[in-house]
């Protein structure tokens, strides 16, 4: 990095050209993302015209952007047409119009069209993250043919690695392993050697639901058809990790109560984290309402045994991480395609078990610790113990049970996380106690 900026600063552009052909296209842009925005746009500028749209793909989108916007039409166009058209996509859907239009204008028609495609699918579909970069290949050719049109078009193609092979619909009918015509006599014909067993995927199923079949297949790539089976694109294992890693993201956010942003968390101006949080909390907020309102109903009762007040925190603590552990799991469960609607009884039973033995535990501990320490009476023991076990119970059942029946009426269960499962377990958490206190104590 040091070598970059001074070779940059001290005006040595061949030096320099010389010195990045040698690295990473990856680790250059990482070089360019620590740069002040000048510096950056001179290092690209200096960047040989074949390495300039790999290097462009790599950067943070905020970075395109500028980059994008400060070329001349046609340096942009140049970038446009050698990106793949997913990423070029990506890229134009998150720009204003004007700009949008300017750079769609100067590109290739063959570019504009493909882009064009992938806009017409909705966001976080497959169609929407597929590219129409691939190897097509016909049933009739010899495997000498197919490997001289993989030379022909490989070079702009996603991967070569799988080949599809298509029928005159452009139905796809098999592929075939780029190992396999290595391997393949040079006369055997594709439609003899290709693997007819095949297993894409559509067009309109989710980005989430993509990530579980490539875990399940184990593939780099898989074709993406329409509905007449026809090929029209293919997602790769590069496309997969960035679905993960934001899939991901978005349940941790919803977890924390947090609505989900696309921005890096650096590059969240205040007034943006602010927007992201505050709903979540305002919401929160007005359901603890009912809380104060359940307390403020057993006044009395606080004011004959005001020991109880010292418990409320304790119980209201234990019911809340109690449900929290169990959603956690669940919403993780049901992220992972391991838990769906039909287990909710298997699993309420299992929590309820669980619970018992969790409770059981707490209660007993909770019992000997007020009678050493806190030095109660044994009947406020007993009723904060109690409280204990049927409080971690419950908290368990309503953890467990929430997410799983917000995900079957179609929302995202992690909302159902440890902030809302701990507001509404916190109100259930003082009914409880205050039921129990008033029949033992007969407050």
Known sequence: MEE???????????????????????????????????????????????????????????TEQYIITSLSDKDAAHIIDNLMADDATDLLEEMPANVVKRLLANASAETRRDINHLLRYPEDSAGSIMTVEYVDLKETLTVEEAIARIRKVGVDSETINVCYVLDQRRTLVGTVALRYLLLSPPDAIIGEIMHENIISLHTMMDQEE????????????????????????????????????????????????????????????????????????????????????????????????????????????????????????????????????????????????????????????GFVKMLIVEQVSVTVALVVSVTVFLVVIVAKIVGASLPILVKKIGMDPAVMASPFITTIVDAISLLIYFKIATLVLGI
């Open 210 to 365: 993509v990530a579980r079949q490539f875990k399940k297949y184990d593939f780099t790539s898989m074709p993406v058809v329409d509905n007449e089976e026809r090929l029209v694109g293919i997602i790769t294992i590069d496309d997969v990790v960035d679905i993960l890693e934001e899939e991901a993201t978005e349940d941790i956010e919803k977890m924390a109560a947090v609505m989900p942003s696309d921005r890096p968390y650096m590059k969240t101006s205040v007034i943006e984290a602010w927007k992201n949080r505050i709903p979540w909390l305002l919401l929160l907020m007005l359901s603890a309402t009912f809380t104060g309102s359940i307390i403020s109903s057993f006044e009395n009762a606080l004011a004959r045994y005001v020991v109880l007040t010292t418990f409320i925190p304790m119980l209201m603590g234990t019911g809340g991480n109690a449900g929290g552990q169990s959603s956690a799991i669940i919403i993780r469960g049901l992220s992972l395609d391991e838990i769906s609607f039909k287990d909710w009884p298997v699993v309420v039973w299992k929590e309820i078990r669980t619970a018992f033995l969790c409770g059981l535990t707490l209660a007993v501990c």
């Open 4 to 62: 970059i900026l001074e070779l940059l600063n001290a005006g040595q552009y061949t030096k320099l050209r010389q010195l990045i052909v040698e690295l990473n296209v990856a680790d250059i842009a990482a070089y360019m993302e620590e740069m002040e925005k000048d510096d950056l746009l001179k290092l690209f500028r200096i960047l040989p015209k074949n390495m300039a749209a790999d290097v462009f793909s790599y950067l943070e989108l905020e």
